[in-house]
């Protein structure tokens, strides 16, 4: 009975202090902070890379007070909090990266080691950027 007890505390209170680590951005998408000066971005909803960096972006200002670089320091691949999802990994500490820091000229999450200023990053999260239906259905 004891077992019974203590299986069904530990299955209902587990999941509620897993989602109370993650973050919520502003776009929906979750932030899960891994060991060192890691978090992972999990996929939703088909949101692509200016989605992630925003997530990733705001994480870092928001909760580890990042105001220099972000960089992918795992690519686009299975998530490692969230199993059966798809996440990117990324880390405020250069020095964690398996590969240099490098700037790409083109927007992605599938190469390690791509960084991009916090500043920049958090302009993805500007819904008038992407959001182009709503903004043509309120000219009219």
């Known amino acids: ?15 509620a202090i897993a989602s109370a ?19 992972e971005v999990i996929e939703a909803r088909g949101e692509g890379p200016r989605g992630i ?3 990733a972006a705001e994480y870092a200002e928001r909760r580890l007070g990042a105001r ?6 795992a690519a686009r691949g299975p998530a490692r909090s969230v199993a059966g999802r798809k996440s990117v990994v990324f880390t405020t500490d250069a020095s964690r990266l398996s590969q240099g820091p490098f700037q790409s000229t083109s ?5 390690v080691g791509v960084g991009l200023p916090v500043a920049h990053a958090i302009q993805f999260c500007r819904r008038d950027d992407f959001e182009t239906t709503d903004r ?5």
């Open 1 to 15: 009975m004891r077992a019974a007890i203590f299986a069904f505390v530990a299955l209902t209170t587990l999941p």
């Open 21 to 39: 680590q993650s973050f919520r951005a502003v776009n929906d998408l979750s932030v899960v902070p891994l060991p060192g000066a890691t978090f």
């Open 53 to 55: 960096w925003c997530a």
């Open 68 to 73: 220099d670089r972000i960089y992918v320091a």
């Open 107 to 111: 927007l992605g999450t599938g190469q």
């Open 136 to 140: 043509i259905l309120r000219r009219n």
